[in-house]
């Protein structure tokens, strides 16, 4: 097998480490060569011996000897190009790239498809850990009802910081940031679309359909405040950015939003830059992944099993309807701060300290509960339970 890397940052350098270090151990396992034939970058680079550096990704696409594109630079646009012009090659095409394959998984599926070539991108949700793979291959014998999680890191880790060492928002993410975990964009991270376009992932594998991304309600975590993660302790819950897609009567629920978990749950409980994700379906009941979602060896540890496994049958397909019926999860309990002590509201938790009155409601319909919170100045969260 001979290998073509694009994209020779953090992660594709990961995947040259490991792919080396690895590789008589995997020649030996899988009786094949295992090579890295080219590393593509803008960049100059040292790349090991015998690997051919090039900064023209066509240099590997039109490389007859060229079985995998890996492709690892991100973003939705050349990336885009390469995938699409690499599988109408026939190129097998391993990838970590969320957005794309969340914005434009059809297209590139039924390329793939077209052109009899395999794609595989475990690396693109939760980092190294395994759970792309396993909800497609181990869960089939399952229906899946829901998948929730922690999916993005970055804001993980700055809740984590607010909550253990006592900071604001704006003091833990200059942390994060120090520390390379927020992304060039960081609204990426902070506002959700990272984790949108993860459970995006998940959930069009789990349900078995395409849909638009936009139609994604996303809320980061840029209005999670101290203050409210105290109120929060005291009533027995963290808060945490949970991505959630379950199946509703109508269709598909998916969100993403701050959200109190009992302290109680192992979700809440998965802390700093760890990613978690939580499946529920119908014969094994519930099962949950956890384990490191950023990094370099984590990350390229994924990529790497993605290559190896383009060298066995392919029992894969995305044969998927796209489907409209996508909804935002408004059934729920919510957490609610106001400067007043509400009337009618339907709640199983109150108190009241300063001046803040605290609340966690019983189950109701977001619209509902906005009508009953009319004309109140009023911080709310979601509440799973
Ligand atoms: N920004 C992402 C995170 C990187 O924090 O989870 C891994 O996808």
Same mark, same amino acid.
């Given at each position: ?8 940052? $953090? ?11 690895? =590789? ?7 009786? $094949? ?21 090039t ?11 060229i079985d995998? /594109? ?7 646009t ?10 109408n090659?026939?190129?097998? /095409? ?13 297209e ?53 910081l ?19 975990y ?46 409210? #993660? ?16 379950? =199946?509703?009567?109508?269709? &598909? ?5 701050? $959200? ?5 749950? #192992? ?35 994924? /990529?790497?099993?993605?290559? &190896?496994? $383009?060298?066995?049958?392919? #029992?894969w397909?995305?044969?998927?309807q ?26 199983? #938790? ?9 609340? &966690? ?9 906005q ?15």
């Open positions: 097998m001979k290998i073509g890397i694009i994209g020779l940052g $953090t992660v594709g350098f990961g995947v040259v480490e490991i792919l080396t270090e690895q =590789k008589e151990r995997l020649e030996k396992q899988f009786q $094949t060569e295992i090579s890295i034939k080219y590393g593509c970058s803008l960049e100059e680079v040292t790349l090991p011996k015998g690997v051919i550096y900064q023209d990704y066509h240099d590997i696409i039109n490389d007859s000897e995998v /594109v890996v492709e690892l630079i991100g973003g939705t050349i990336a885009k190009t390469i995938i699409l012009d690499a599988l090659k026939g190129k097998h /095409v391993v990838t970590a790239n969320k957005a794309l394959i969340a914005h434009d998984g059809q590139i599926f039924e390329t793939a498809k077209k052109n009899n070539a395999k794609i595989y991108y475990e690396a693109s949700v939760g980092g190294g850990i395994p759970v792309v793979v396993p909800a497609k291959e181990d869960l089939i014998a399952n229906e899946i009802e829901k998948i929730e999680g922690i999916l993005n890191g970055t804001t993980n880790f700055i809740l984590t607010m909550e253990t060492d006592n900071l604001d928002f704006d003091e833990a993410l200059t942390i994060a940031d120090g520390l390379g927020v992304e060039a964009d960081a609204s990426l991270d902070l506002d959700g679309i990272d984790a949108a376009h993860k459970i995006q992932i998940l959930a069009m594998n789990a349900f078995e359909k395409f849909f638009d991304y936009q139609k994604i309600k996303a809320t980061g975590i840029r209005n999670v405040t101290k203050k409210d #993660m105290d109120y929060a302790k005291q009533l027995g819950y963290r808060i945490k950015l949970i991505a959630q897609a379950k =199946k509703l009567d109508q269709g &598909i629920g998916i969100d993403v939003s701050p $959200t109190l978990i009992s302290i109680k749950d #192992m979700v809440a409980n998965v802390n700093q830059a760890y990613n978690v994700v939580e499946i529920t379906c119908n014969y094994l009941e519930n099962v949950i992944f956890y384990g490191k979602g950023a990094g370099r060896y984590v990350t390229a540890s994924a /990529v790497v099993s993605d290559i &190896i496994k $383009t060298l066995k049958e392919d #029992m397909n995305h044969d998927y796209y489907t409209d019926d996508i909804y935002p999860i408004t059934y729920s309990k919510y957490y609610i701060r106001c400067e007043h002590e509400l009337d009618n509201l339907d709640y199983e #938790m109150y108190f009241s300290q300063k001046k803040d009155h605290v609340y &966690i409601t019983n189950h109701i319909e977001l619209v509902d509960l009508k009953q919170l009319q004309g109140e100045d009023y911080t709310l969260f979601k509440v799973r339970g």
